[in-house]
């Protein structure tokens, strides 16, 4: 079969793409970034497989479908693939999932899984290995996720996220109750909201000594955490993460349950030393270091400027808020998070899928926060250059192109 994917070069598209080439199919794709769109690329195609960003109006979504050629979105795609192994492990979570992930494949890479995730692992976004393993990042938004029938779920946290689709919090918990109720076995966490979910067989952990699978902490140094993990049977074993952040121990406290319960060992996770663009270090001039990190959610940052704490001194944000109706829902709450930085610079919102909401903007964010604004990544540069050196630490932050923009801003410092 011929599979044409629009949108390729997404980071699970390309992924997903290279599975469907190992079973013998032929694969081609198209991509704003790589050769655009044109109705002529679908013809010969046996199925076509889009991303949710991907509008109707698309004209080989529109030629695909006046042909009859049948229409896959990314999570069909992907629950069909899933459900051709052996066994399946779904991460999900409003944060931490991709990271969860990445620590069960080098927990488990004795056992020789197939991951898929939707970050990059030094530029790499997945790992192609034997049937009998499925370890997959489950997104949630527009319930994406249901596509999957796991052996296994692993729910981090369900704080309200992707306010364009979800109207109300019932309906975002309530995606999180039926993944976990259509899967075999859930591994929750008990620290939080997601310790209500119920799966077939139901297990929490947690930093909390009454989950199932708990973390004791011993000791940090410069953001790195020292643990001894406990199971229903006790000690487990002592660890020491290559990630920084106490949020990161839960994580590992995650990925070490699925391993135990399944009786695989889970020692490999201090080999992973954390995933591209988060709290990754870019550069260091002089006493300032310069971090990227996804943080695009209130929480998210919070965990950031924790981790960034038990480091630095003085904090320096450069902050590309991610889509007009996250930006809108929870307004007060980026306010709060971003006053804890020592300066925040504020850069235009990054759009996405996303209209403009009239009064929604980051210069109006900027001005009921007191925070500094750049009217583009020219701007921020400029700013950047005054202020950089009064930090310890200058992180950018945002699930959009702020990455780019601080990787080619260290580049010219270089």
């Known amino acids: 079969m011929r599979y044409h994917f629009i949108g390729i070069k997404g980071v699970s598209m390309s992924f997903l793409a290279e599975l469907v080439r190992r079973e013998g199919n032929i694969v081609t794709g198209s991509d704003l970034r790589l050769n655009g769109h044109d109705a002529l690329n679908v013809i010969g195609a046996d199925a076509v497989v889009y991303t949710l960003a991907v509008g109707k109006d698309n004209p080989e979504f529109v030629e695909a479908k006046r042909r009859n050629i049948p229409l896959l979105s990314r999570s069909e795609l992907l629950g069909t693939i899933a459900a ?21 494949m080098y927990a488990l890479d004795g056992a020789d899984p197939t991951v898929h995730f939707g970050g990059t692992v030094k530029g790499v976004s997945g790992r192609i290995g034997g049937k009998e393993l499925f370890i997959t990042e489950a997104c949630e938004y527009k319930e994406c996720f249901l596509s999957l029938r796991p052996d296994a779920t692993i729910v981090l946290n369900v704080e309200l996220d992707h306010a364009d689709f979800f109207k109300t919090y019932e309906s975002f918990y309530g995606a999180f109750d039926r993944l976990c109720k259509q899967s075999k076995t859930a591994f929750v966490c008990g620290d939080n909201e997601a310790r209500t979910l119920k799966g077939g067989r139901t297990f929490t952990f947690g930093l909390k000594a009454g989950n199932d699978y708990y973390a004791t902490i011993e000791g940090e140094k410069s953001g790195y955490y020292t643990f001894k993990a406990h199971s229903p049977k006790g000690e487990m074993g002592r660890i020491t993460l290559g990630v920084r952040g106490e949020h990161n121990v839960c994580s590992a406290m995650a990925a070490i349950a699925y391993c135990d319960f ?67 829902v929870f ?84």
């Open 262 to 328: 399944t009786k695989r060992d889970f020692y490999g996770i201090e080999r992973f030393n954390g995933v591209d663009r988060r709290f990754e270090t870019l550069y260091k001039r002089g006493n300032t270091e310069f971090i990227s990190d996804y943080a695009h959610h209130p929480h998210e940052i919070d965990c950031t400027l924790a981790a960034a704490k038990k480091v630095f001194g003085r904090t320096l944000t450069v902050f590309e808020p991610h889509t007009y109706t996250r930006t809108q």
């Open 84 to 104: 051709s192994y052996g066994s399946v492990a779904a991460v999900s979570g409003t944060h931490g999932k991709t990271t969860t992930t990445a620590m069960l």
């Open 331 to 414: 307004e007060e709450q980026f306010i709060e998070a971003l006053s804890r930085f020592d300066e925040c610079i504020l850069l235009p919102i990054y759009a996405a899928r996303e209209k403009p909401i009239e009064g929604v903007s980051s210069l109006s964010l900027a001005k009921k926060g007191g925070f500094l604004y750049a009217k583009d990544y020219d701007e921020a540069g400029e700013m950047l250059d005054r202020l950089y050196f009064c930090y310890d630490a200058v992180i950018f932050m945002g699930a959009g192109s702020v990455d780019d923009f601080a990787r080619s801003y260290v580049s010219r410092l270089r």
